[in-house]
Nanobody
Framework: QVQLVESGGGLVSTGSSLRLSCTSSGGTFSNWGMGWFRQAPEKEREFVSAINRIGSYETYRDSVKGRFTISRNNAENTVYLQMNSLKPEDTAVYYC????????????????????WGQGTQVTVSS
């Protein structure tokens, strides 16, 4: 049984940084593409970033490029999202997800492409 557990969320002020972690248990983490999504109240879940199984290719939504960095440590079954220069519009519940079918440079950007999800961690950025 695959489980994904996020951590690292919190309440911060504009311009601050947070580092989210997502640790996997069960399955073979190093075979999966991993993604981060977020969902604000009354909004649809949206893509934030994804990384391929070996960490050689990443993709981001435009609004976080240059501020967020995704990375992974396959030895620790963990994917990270370093978030810098946070803005109030980044406030949301952040979810990590595993794509068991991801290719080396083909990474999913929609929720339905992902197979497993964590429970989410709240990020709140105050103005």
């Amino acid at each position: 049984q695959v489980q994904l557990v996020e951590s690292g969320g919190g309440l911060v002020s504009t311009g601050s940084s947070l580092r989210l972690s997502c640790t996997s248990s069960g399955g073979t983490f190093s075979n999966w593409g991993m993604g981060w999504f977020r969902q604000a109240p009354e909004k649809e879940r949206e893509f934030v970033s994804a990384i391929n199984r070996i960490g050689s290719y990443e993709t981001y939504r435009d609004s976080v490029k240059g501020r967020f960095t995704i990375s992974r440590n396959n030895a620790e079954n963990t994917v990270y999202l370093q978030m810098n220069s946070l803005k109030p519009e980044d406030t949301a519940v952040y979810y990590c997800a595993a794509d068991l079918k991801a290719g080396t440079i083909s990474l999913g950007r929609t929720p339905h492409e992902y197979d497993y999800w964590g429970q989410g961690t709240q990020v709140t950025v105050s103005s």
